[in-house]
């Protein structure tokens, strides 16, 4: 198993205006003569993190990294409840990254995500496929309907009293749709009183950190952190989980199975997708049928891992961004 690069720090920063009130952090490492690539974080509403910079060889590679709206450094910041969300959408997304690869005089680049980040990284593409050299995503997700159902309500068969303590802290009947339950979330969030705001992120987090606990130390099924959506600073744990339900109670803006019915606008583009077999968050399904849709697209399956991998995956995202740092 490899370990990764020694993190480069940023020679680059700044904060880049992308309109309706809102500012990017962005960042850059690594060669600044580089092949470009861009991290595309998780969540929606994780914020980017220093631990990508290491999977990045800083000799080949221009890294950017940058925080999605209403999170990590960009302003507003969405744990400020009159932090508006109307602007904050997969397709504002989209945009806030071509003006960035604009900003930086960016001709094409590599996109690395996973997770919520695979998503964006897919919208993206298919986008702006031009743009675009290579792709490696880990933890597939295209964050179907189907697919946040299975999240938020089928997994449940797994974990049945952290679920109904999940329905429980939305308020509503054990019969309601997922529909109904994410939306739930995204009112409470949005409630005038703090104390009823942070109730709601605590639950949010609890239930996330409950599907991931076969993957942490605090479910003593691997070494990842015991808490890693609970765990994090009160304002981070407020922006994402109003970040995700205000996404995921909108289908994130995206039309049912979109990102696979179009995966032919990815043709030419190579692809590795790495994903864990035993990944509960997001089963392998999703990763199979993207595979068999994205001609150049080439999928590796790790038997042991789940949605937040472990040293098999990081090799595996390692080699795939070695190996096209050379070509």
Request: aromatic letters at 8%; a negative charge; charged letters at 25%.
């Amino acid at each position: 198993m490899r370990e990764p690069y020694p993190p480069a720090e940023p020679y680059e920063s700044g904060m880049l205006d992308v309109g309706d009130g809102h500012r990017v952090y962005w960042e850059a490492c690594g060669n600044p003569d580089g092949r470009p690539a861009a991290v595309v974080h998780g969540g929606p509403g994780s914020g980017c993190g220093e631990g990508a910079r290491g999977l990045f060889d800083p000799e080949r590679y221009r890294v950017v990294l940058f925080d999605q709206r209403g999170c990590g450094r960009s302003t507003p910041h969405a744990s400020d409840p009159a932090a508006g969300l109307r602007h904050n959408t997969t397709w504002h997304l989209v945009a806030d990254m071509e003006r960035l690869r604009e900003h930086l005089g960016v001709d094409r680049w590599l996109l690395y995500g996973g997770s919520w980040g695979s998503t964006l990284v897919l919208a993206y593409a298919q986008r702006h496929p031009e743009r675009v050299s290579h792709i490696v995503v880990a933890g597939v997700t295209t964050t179907r309907r189907s697919e946040t159902d299975w999240l938020y309500r089928g997994v449940a068969r797994f974990f049945p009293g952290e679920w109904e303590r999940f329905r429980a802290g939305a308020g509503v009947p054990r019969g309601a749709a997922t529909p109904e339950l994410l939306g739930a979330y995204a009112r409470l969030m949005e409630h005038p009183d703090a104390a009823v705001r942070e109730r709601a992120a605590a639950d949010w987090c609890a239930w996330e950190d409950a599907v991931l606990s076969g993957e942490t130390s605090g479910g003593s099924g691997g070494a990842g952190p015991a808490s890693p959506y609970g765990g994090r600073p009160p304002a981070a744990k407020l922006a994402l989980a109003r970040i995700c339900a205000h996404y995921f109670s909108h289908g994130a803006w995206l039309e049912e199975g979109a990102l696979l019915r179009d995966a032919g606008r990815l043709a030419g583009i190579p692809g590795v997708l790495i994903h864990g077999r035993a990944d509960l968050s997001s089963p392998l399904d999703t990763a199979w049928e993207l595979a068999r849709a994205w001609p150049d697209a080439e999928l590796t399956v790790v038997g042991a891992e789940g949605h937040l991998g472990d040293a098999t995956t990081r090799t595996r995202v390692l080699n795939a961004l070695d190996r096209f740092a050379a070509r």
